[in-house]
T-cell receptor, first 114, second 116 residues
Framework: KAGVTQTPRYLIKTRGQQVTLSCSPISGHRSVSWYQQTPGQGLQFLFE???????NKGNFPGRFSGRQFSNSRSEMNVSTLELGDSALYLC?????????????FGQGTRLTVV | AQSVAQPEDQVNVAEGNPLTVKCTYSVSGNPYLFWYVQYPNRGLQFLLK??????LVKGSYGFEAEFNKSQTSFHLKKPSALVSDSALYFC??????????????FGAGTRLAVHP
């Protein structure tokens, strides 16, 4: 069974631009979560989608948004990029949304804003 | 506030020696605890989880973790470290969030360095 796939792996953007990241979850998984990883802040929760509905959102500005499609694939969009948005963005999928369920992560998209 | 703490930024171990990576948690209700490992420029790989039952949980690559309710700890262990175990390790807890849903909260991570 294929793992979580994130594309692209690397991105370089300039300030003010927008970017869209893609995540294909493990087949059969309906929950997709996004995390931002930076050296200073560690792993921070962005948002979670389940069956095309955003369930939760972390403490990030409205420039960060996402969506989930009927096939469970998810996209994350960041508008008006800032230098501080440079990070590794990780997507994780789970087959349920229960507390006892582990999440499986993709390899991430490394975003560099210059 | 619900949280996870990894008190050590780095752990150094000689190959062949046992290793321990520490994790403590603070949650209301039952804890659902996880360990993940991250290799350079890669995503997180699931190692093991504690839900309920036996306090010693066995996971991937020979790792195990010991749950201690009284000390609110969930330390990751391995009897004999390998150089290839060198990586960044994250402890996490899944906690209820708004709207009746839940999210994973991660510790800051511990870098494990295994020396030949």
């Amino acid at each position: 069974k294929a793992g979580v796939t994130q594309t692209p792996r690397y991105l370089i953007k300039t300030r003010g631009q927008q970017v869209t990241l893609s995540c294909s979850p493990i087949s059969g998984h309906r929950s997709v979560s996004w995390y931002q990883q930076t050296p200073g802040q560690g792993l921070q929760f962005l948002f979670e989608y389940f069956s095309e509905t955003q369930r939760n959102k972390g403490n990030f500005p409205g420039r960060f948004s996402g969506r989930q499609f009927s096939n469970s694939r998810s996209e994350m969009n960041v508008s008006t990029l800032e230098l501080g948005d440079s990070a590794l963005y990780l997507c994780a999928s789970s087959w349920t949304d229960r507390l006892n369920t582990e999440a499986f992560f993709g390899q991430g998209t490394r975003l560099t804003v210059v | 506030a619900q949280s996870v703490a990894q008190p050590e930024d780095q752990v150094n171990v000689a190959e062949g020696n046992p290793l321990t990576v520490k994790c403590t948690y603070s949650v209301s209700g039952n804890p659902y605890l996880f360990w993940y490992v991250q290799y350079p420029n890669r995503g997180l790989q699931f190692l093991l989880k504690y839900i309920t039952g036996d306090n010693l949980v066995k996971g991937s690559y020979g790792f195990e973790a010991e749950f201690n309710k009284s000390q609110t700890s969930f330390h990751l262990k391995k009897p004999s470290a390998l150089v290839s175990d060198s990586a960044l390790y994250f402890c996490a807890v899944r906690v209820p969030f708004s709207g009746g849903y839940n999210k994973l909260i991660f510790g800051a991570g511990t870098r494990l360095a295994v020396h030949p």
